[in-house]
């Protein structure tokens, strides 16, 4: 049987048990589609990465004697859609049996499987190989349960692939060191220099301008920093384990006006295009740690183990357990614009401008970034949650829709009414004051709440309490900030509202 094998660009599995023998009747194809780069707007760096990774894949594929047939984006064959791309291949390949991977994202899984029914030859759906759990694990593991937390799957992903476990009990005697995952960095802890892989992507680049792709964010093409081939892949996992591992917990929540990326391991793109397994990443983790164990505490080992273990795979297990309807939620009924300094960076709110330029500079901004600045403060702003999902969608390299929705509409803006997060996370500008050093150096003073130069998160955050009062104020972790928003006097809480509305109709002024 003349047998079609579809790999989509974050299926960049080598490892993959496809790979283990080559067949000369079976052919790989890999296609670069509009689809994929109109869906929504994307920054330049996702765009050329994920093109970057595709082509090296397929090269790589080629080198071991398996038979591709690669789309680029300018290619005169390519129809720039996945479906009619297959059409084609099947009918000038005659091909007789065509065999997918399932995605990851709802959109493409429909889209395939309702093509494979208007086939007339046979189809299979194989496993990436690449997650710990399958698609309804986490659903099976909760059923019955009215509360999917996190933490008890996590515990239960801890038993059961034996991981920082000792006779059935967590090591060092505690499941989890978040208490102590929460230091601000002030510079004296030592950042080692960054990884950076010099990629020359120059012609992608050309090609995507060429095509007419609309994107966002900027990109240094000569060197382009991220891993686009599994050895470089590796090579990032390496870095972090050998020079960051030790710090990553204690400063897994911090910011700096400095530092980018300061202890993150900026492995996300690698491994949702699946260049590398989180399997592989756990597994070097733990290595690092036996070997350093006097060096290197079990809560930073605990820490970043908990993100891909606990984190990614629970995402992914509420992703497809509240798909497709998840994407309509808007608990908090919210519906203000996106600013546009979102696309800008342009506003005297330093920590807004910090993780903007970040985002748009480099397609990265780190998890409280992501939840505490801007996820923040466009919570408290009451955005329309859609903005929302497409500009997180769009500006990060690592956002692929099954981790990106529920982490931005769940996570960070309480749009399903708490079926991911137990409160929403919302602060106030201390929060933000205590993690980093960016109210240090603002245009706003983050002690005062209604003069002119007062940060705009103090009035934003109380004025967001009082307006959502019908959806939280029955929320047992809410009670104690009701409660203070109670005692405060009929005055202040009219100055708030006064306030909030001056920020709200200007906010692109702030
Ligand atoms: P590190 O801090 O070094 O963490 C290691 C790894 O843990 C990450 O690479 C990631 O794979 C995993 N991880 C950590 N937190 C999470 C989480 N909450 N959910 C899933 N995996 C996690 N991550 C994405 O991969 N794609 C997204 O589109 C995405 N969108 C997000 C949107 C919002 C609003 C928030 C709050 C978080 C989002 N995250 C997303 C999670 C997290 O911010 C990124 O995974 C992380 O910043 C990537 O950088 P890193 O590799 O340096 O991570
Ligand atoms: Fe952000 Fe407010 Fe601090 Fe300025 S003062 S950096 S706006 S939290």
Request: glycine residues 4%; hydrophobic residues 35%; aromatic residues 14%.
């Amino acid at each position: 049987m003349k047998k079609l094998r579809l790999i989509l660009g974050d299926q960049l599995n080598s490892k993959h048990s496809w790979f283990s023998k080559t067949d000369k009747n079976t052919i790989y194809c890999i296609f670069e589609m509009r689809q994929e780069t109109d869906y929504v707007t994307h920054h330049i760096q996702k765009i050329v990465g994920f093109f970057a990774a595709m082509r090296n894949f397929a090269n790589e594929l080629e080198k071991e004697n398996h038979q591709v047939i690669y789309f680029t984006i300018n290619d005169t064959k390519n129809t720039q859609s996945l479906t009619d791309n297959l059409l084609l291949l099947i009918k000038e390949q005659q091909i007789e049996e065509l065999e997918y991977l399932a995605p990851d994202e709802y959109r493409l899984d429909k889209q395939l499987n309702d093509f494979a029914n208007t086939l007339s030859i046979p189809t299979h759906v194989y496993s990436t190989e690449h997650f710990y759990t399958e698609r309804e694990e986490l659903a099976n593991f909760f059923k019955g349960k009215k509360q999917f937390l996190m933490e008890n799957f996590y515990r239960n992903m801890r038993k059961k692939h034996q991981i920082l476990m000792v006779n059935e009990q967590p090591e060092g005697g505690k499941w989890n060191y978040d208490a102590s995952n929460r230091k601000k960095w002030k510079g004296d802890v030592l950042i080692p220099t960054e990884i950076n892989f010099d990629n020359d992507v120059s012609d992608i680049l050309d090609d995507v301008k060429k095509a007419g792709v609309k994107y966002i964010g900027k990109i240094n093409a000569k060197y382009f920093e991220y891993p686009i081939s599994r050895k470089q892949s590796v090579a990032q996992l390496h870095y972090f384990c050998k020079h960051l591992l030790i710090h990553f917990g204690d400063y897994q929540d911090a910011m700096h006006t400095d530092k980018i990326y300061l202890f993150h391991s900026r492995i996300s793109f690698a491994m949702n295009t699946k260049m590398i397994s989180p399997k592989e990443i756990v597994a070097y983790v733990l290595e690092t740690y036996r070997q350093r164990e006097s060096e290197i505490d079990i809560s930073q080992v605990e820490g970043f183990i908990r993100q891909i273990l606990g984190w990614r795979e629970y995402m992914r297990g509420m992703y497809w357990h509240l798909m497709p309807t998840y994407k309509k939620e808007n608990f908090l009924s919210n519906t203000n614009k996106l600013p546009d300094f979102f696309w800008t960076g342009n506003t005297k709110m330093n920590c807004l401008k910090n993780a903007i330029h970040n985002s748009l500079d480099n397609g990265y901004a780190h998890h409280i970034q992501r939840l505490m600045v801007t996820g923040n403060f466009a919570l408290l702003a009451q955005v329309n949650p859609d903005e929302i999902d497409a500009w997180y969608l769009g500006i990060y390299v690592d956002a692929l829709e099954w981790v990106q929705l529920p982490n931005t509409r769940g996570m960070s803006q309480f749009a399903d009414g708490g079926k991911i997060a137990t409160k929403p996370y919302v602060s106030s500008g201390s929060y933000i004051s205590k993690m980093s050093n960016y109210c240090d150096s603002c245009a706003y003073k983050k002690a005062k709440k209604f003069e002119e130069d007062a940060c705009p998160f103090n009035a934003l955050y109380w004025n967001f309490l009082e307006e959502k009062q019908a959806q939280l104020s029955s929320n047992f972790r809410m009670k104690m900030m009701y409660s203070v928003l109670h005692k405060m006097s009929s005055t202040d809480r009219i100055k708030i509202k006064e306030k909030a509305a001056h920020i709200l109709e200007n906010i692109d002024a702030y």
